[in-house]
């Protein structure tokens, strides 16, 4: 038993040009890291299908996914938001991301691998049922939330999203499905610019003004998200693992730094133990500084692999 690591080649030829921060070397960064600690060794590497239509359309509109497809340019690139382009991988890329979310529900539901971490990328948490933005196009973790909901019959799962940007594509997926508890923290106000108002009551939203650093959001979890999973039992855990959240991240002004991101998958693995068997699947969002970002990963993936 081990932690899986999920990815595929194409999620490196998504590429939206050359000065934007979502980039390809980012999963270059992350592979080096769990090299150069030592840590690859000990992950058990698997190749990311392509999500099928079918598991697509639990989170999104058939519509959407239709036109994602016609949108696809065979050369140059497709803008879909001012954020978000298509270049002739991208699709390819999206379908793999999507799924090895879903290749790692089925291998910790099957007793392969104890949990995994999908370091792939288009991310998805901004990725709504039927809208495209933030540099997303599927929604990652909310598709392999459904996959386990509906493909391995449970009932109820808990989706953890720290990245520094409100998982609003989450949320619209999510918000009122009483099977799905969504446990986040972000920076606020900021990018999208929502998760304040209105929400339903399966959203534990914890707001962080700018500057706050790893204290405030190691009170947040320990006093909004912990009570609540506790209460929620999940049968398992997903995280949807963004790491701009690092002090060095100047995507945005939070001051985490690479323990905290230990320290908050600590936390988590605890509850996924308790209630879910262990069973967690991590999905890679956001982080744009790629040292902090590799050294980030390594110290979550570190404790996914602990025993
Ligand atoms: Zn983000």
Redesign the pocket.
Known sequence: MATAVITHQDCVKHDMGSFHPECPQRLGAIEDHLIATGLAPHLARFDAPKATFEQLERAHGARYIEAIHSAAPASGMVHLDPDTAMNPHTLSAALHAAGAAVLGVDLVMGGEVDNAFCSVRPPGHHACRTRAMGFCIFNNVAIAALHALEAHGLERVAIIDF???HGNGTEDIFAGDERVLMASTFQHPFYPYCGTEDVASNMFNVPLAAGTAGPGFRKAVSEVWLPALARFAPQFVFFSA?F?AHREDD?AMLGLDDADYGWVTRQIKAIAREYAGGSIVSVL??GYSLSALGRSVVQHVKVLAEP
């Open positions: 990245d520094v940007h963004g701009d995507m969002e956001g």
